[in-house]
């Protein structure tokens, strides 16, 4: 079946239509990594947004459920060059195709990524349409897509009610917990609780209405506000709670969204970024020792780095390409975030010791 990509600046892309038959409006975005495309379509950080992958063969080692970072799916379209019906792996499990299907994500493909992405990276990310209506009317498509606007998918995403884990849990290793660690839910994977549980961590998870003075009370060793979707400077609720946990004196990690929400609370300011960083080959170097590691990154608005009051926080990673804000240290607090994502292993775990450091701070061992 014919499937349309229609972009807001009036550029339509021909193709055929993949997973789930229906008619979307969305963000277009796209992602730079040459596998985990499982991960990615299973991270709520893409809650809002159609994801475009780069590389050009995309399935080829099918669905292993194990692998996925929720539940389900979250991006609201697939854009791939090729797709591969007949996967081969000896963990496969399921198509992509079919995945896809089950997860109700409409998608498109045998169109030209490259040029699709050069057009991103030219004028920014843009809205888009994903339709296999052959008879669409450009005119009066074009003013729905300026008008589309991603918000709401914090709310989304998080978990509905506290959840409980402990070290054995979600294919984590089993074995004597020695810390309480809060988890903040405003679109976390499990590899984040993962990692915690593998730390010897008992893990209390929050949804994103969470009140700061109930996880205080409940005496953690540590906070972890998690990645998730969306602009930060729309959580303005969560923002006010974010800032009463970084004043209990807790020690506090936070990664991706809840680093952009932790500058906030402190009077830092964001911005949207022209197209983000979305992939696994993104270089972080920390300030502190010099050290450039390669991250696994999911994001279209960042921290502004020049707005960080530094008698409050100092920057602790930049973005070796761009100079971007990836990590802070607040002065006086047991607080430190990161733009990026840790727990993702992209080097295959070039940054996954920051979780040990975090150890250290709730006064636990590595």
Known sequence: MKAFLILEDGTVFEGKSIGACREVISEIVFNTSMTGYLEVLTDPSYAGQAVTMTYPLIGNYGVAYEDMESLKGWPDGFIVREISRMPSNFRSEDTIQHFLEKNNIPGICSIDTRALVKILREKGTMNGMITTNEN???????????EYKVTGVVEKVSCESRQEYVPGDIGSVKTEADRNIAVIDVGTKKNIIRCLLNRGCNVTVYPCNFDAAEVIAAKPDGIMITNGPGDPAECTGIIEQVKILADSGIPVFAIC???QLMALAHGAKTYK???????????????ETGKVYISSQNHGYVVDISSIDESIAKPWFVNVNDGTAEGICYTGKPVKTVQFHPEANAGPKDSEMLFDEFMKMTGGNE
């Open 136 to 146: 669409y009317n450009i005119d009066e498509i074009i003013p729905r897509l300026k």
């Open 257 to 259: 969204l809840g680093h």
């Open 273 to 287: 970024m022209k197209y983000g960083h979305r992939g696994a080959n993104h270089p972080v170097k920390n300030l």
